[in-house]
């Protein structure tokens, strides 16, 4: 697909915290060190849990999710960002040059396709907590809307500006 590798996550009764957090390791190194470019496709029906969204959300606003690599993982992560930075010519010495340099790798190759259904009842929670899935994404919106879904849409977005609404009949 365009040249990118598509990664999707495959969720079962006993997919953790954890799974999803190796899931998310393996996907960063591959695009933030191994610079693959990859399409990262996650369905709302495979967020079991808020921390999730959480990690998509802090991932898609800085390229990164804090504590994902400690200890012994970080060490061997900027050993393969090291090797990463040197295929790419460049001679990064500290860590924390090393690390810049992989969150930037990862927010150029890394691209989240995020499949929901917007007439969820979750759709404003998730809009209020997780922003970085909306203002850091293009929104793609598939299938037949209603009139009366169209006509709530607009109602929404000019709810503060008068207008005439008399000659309006929703059916």
């Not at 495979?46 to 898609?60: A, C, H, I, K, P």
């Not at 390229?63 to 990064?92: N, R, S």
Request: hydrophobic fraction near 35%.
């Amino acid at each position: 697909m365009n040249g990118l590798h598509v990664y999707q996550i495959k969720v079962h009764n006993k997919y953790t915290m954890e799974d999803f957090d190796e899931d998310l390791r393996t996907v960063l190194r591959r695009s933030g060190c191994k610079g693959d470019k990859i399409v990262f496709i996650m369905d709302e029906s495979n967020v079991l849990d808020s921390g999730f969204l959480e990690r998509m959300n802090t991932l898609l606003a800085n390229g990164e999710v804090p504590g994902l690599f400690e200890g012994d993982e970080y060490i061997t992560l900027c050993t393969q960002i090291k090797e990463g930075a040197q295929k790419a010519g460049l001679m990064l010495d500290s860590n924390e040059e090393l690390y810049k340099w992989f969150t930037q790798q990862v927010m150029l190759n890394l691209h989240i396709v995020f499949t929901m259904n917007p007439s969820g009842d979750g759709l404003k929670d998730k809009c209020s907590t997780s922003p970085a899935l909306f203002n850091r994404c293009v929104l793609n919106w598939f299938g037949d809307w209603s009139t009366g879904a169209l006509y709530n849409v607009g109602q929404e977005f000019t709810i503060k500006i008068d207008l005439d609404k008399t000659n309006y009949k929703s059916s």
